[in-house]
Each structure stands twice: as structure tokens, then as C-alpha cells.
């Protein structure tokens, strides 16, 4: 039997429901460390930084409404997004809260003829929490 996930993502307590792929991930910042004897380079974690796109289908002005005004004004909109997976032959959901949400750019027009438009969000964070894991 097949069974079907269920993904949303949230902006600011929103629902996201022209979604289309989303990611946040945190990406290690290394350094190398030569060891005498060895001849395999040695990392060390010294930090770690929050990143992550959204792809949104083109069905309304999502993005230009949330960061538009707050550019005019060289303010930058305090943003918090939720992913959920849930999956119910896996017993469970997956949430996690990213904030700090510091969007990369603003796309104002993207289109194609007889092509549905797409909007790629990418963004930095600088803070996340497991709220519900599998």
C-alpha cells in the first residue's frame, strides 16, 4: 500500500501553499589540520552556518508583499519558517522552526510562454529548532 507525504512549509505562522521544493540545511565551515606521520589531511569544525531555497509555483506576489516594503525602508523583515514531513507509513512527522530567515534575493518577474513560473528563494538562517522528529 502506498501512502502519501505530506510536506507544508509555513512563513511567519502562513501557510506556503504554492510550494514546490523546499531545503534547509547547515553547511560546516573546516578547517585542515596536517598531522605528523599522517598523510590524510585532518578537519576540524570551527563553525557552521544555516542555508536553504524554496521554490514557490507563480500563483500570487508571495514574496514581493513579505520583502518589498521593508526594502524601501532598509529594514529587513524578521522571518521564521516551519517545514513539516509527514509520512504516515514511516509512524510519524518531521518539524523544524529556522529563524533568522535573511532572504538572498527578490525576483520580480521570471516568466516563460506557456510555461507555469516558478520563483527560487534562497535564503541564509541564523537559528532552528526540532520540533517534532521522526
Known amino acids: 500500500m502506498l501512502h502519501d507525504n505530506k510536506m507544508e512549509v509555513w512563513i511567519n505562522d ?4 504554492e510550494i514546490a ?3 534547509a540545511k547547515i553547511e560546516f565551515d573546516k578547517e585542515d589540520i596536517d598531522i ?12 557552521y552556518s544555516g542555508t536553504g531555497s524554496m521554490t514557490l509555483k507563480k500563483t500570487n506576489s508571495r ?4 520583502l518589498a516594503n521593508f526594502m524601501k525602508d532598509g529594514l529587513e523583515p524578521d522571518v ?16 523544524i522552526s529556522i529563524s533568522g ?13 506557456k510555461s507555469l513560473g516558478e520563483v527560487e528563494c534562497p535564503f541564509t ?3 532552528y529548532k526540532f520540533i517534532d522528529l521522526i
Open 80 to 95: 521564521t519558517i516551519v517545514g513539516k514531513l509527514a509520512d504516515p507509513g514511516n509512524g510519524g512527522s518531521e518539524r
Open 14 to 17: 502562513v501557510l506556503v501553499d
Open 21 to 23: 521544493a523546499f531545503q
Open 101 to 113: 530567515v535573511s532572504f538572498d534575493d527578490l525576483t520580480l518577474f521570471d516568466f516563460e510562454v
Open 125 to 127: 538562517f541564523t537559528k
Open 36 to 47: 605528523c606521520g599522517e598523510m590524510m589531511t585532518q578537519h576540524k569544525i570551527t563553525g
Open 63 to 66: 514574496m514581493i508583499k513579505l
